[in-house]
């Protein structure tokens, strides 16, 4: 089993920035893809951004587009999201979640999965 930690959350600013990091517990030989998820309170789960294994391939939601920017470092076992200018409705738990071979944006494709940093973002 893939271990996931995020970290970075905070209160900001409409119009702040914010890089929220995932460390994975370990760099496997198997390709995996990584993705960022969110979810405000009484909300579905909603996709943000992915990156597949190679960092190559990325997807975003129209929402964040843009704004977010996910990358990865295989050797470090990190992704990072690094989100500008922020918006109220950017206000969730965000969550990272990975799973084997190719990139996707629907959650319940994601094996593994963190155990969420708070983004809040304040008018």
């Known amino acids: 089993q893939v271990q996931l930690v995020e970290s970075g959350g905070g209160l900001v600013q409409a119009g702040d920035s914010l890089r929220l990091s995932c460390a994975a517990s370990?760099?496997?030989?198997?390709?995996?893809?990584v993705g960022w998820f969110r979810q405000a309170p009484g909300k579905e789960r909603e996709f943000v951004a992915a990156?597949?294994?190679?960092?190559?391939?990325?997807n975003y939601a129209d929402s964040v587009k843009g704004r977010f920017t996910i990358s990865r470092d295989n050797a470090k076992n990190m992704v990072d999201l690094q989100m500008n200018s922020l918006k109220p409705e950017d206000t969730a738990v965000y969550y990272c979640?990975?799973?084997?071979?190719?990139?996707?944006?629907?959650?319940?494709?994601?094996?593994?999965w963190g155990q969420g940093t708070q983004v809040t973002v304040s008018s």
């Open positions: 979640a990975a799973k084997w071979d190719g990139i996707a944006w629907t959650s319940g494709l994601y094996n593994f």
């Open positions: 370990r760099r496997t030989v198997r390709a995996y893809a």
């Open positions: 990156v597949s294994w190679s960092g190559g391939t990325t």
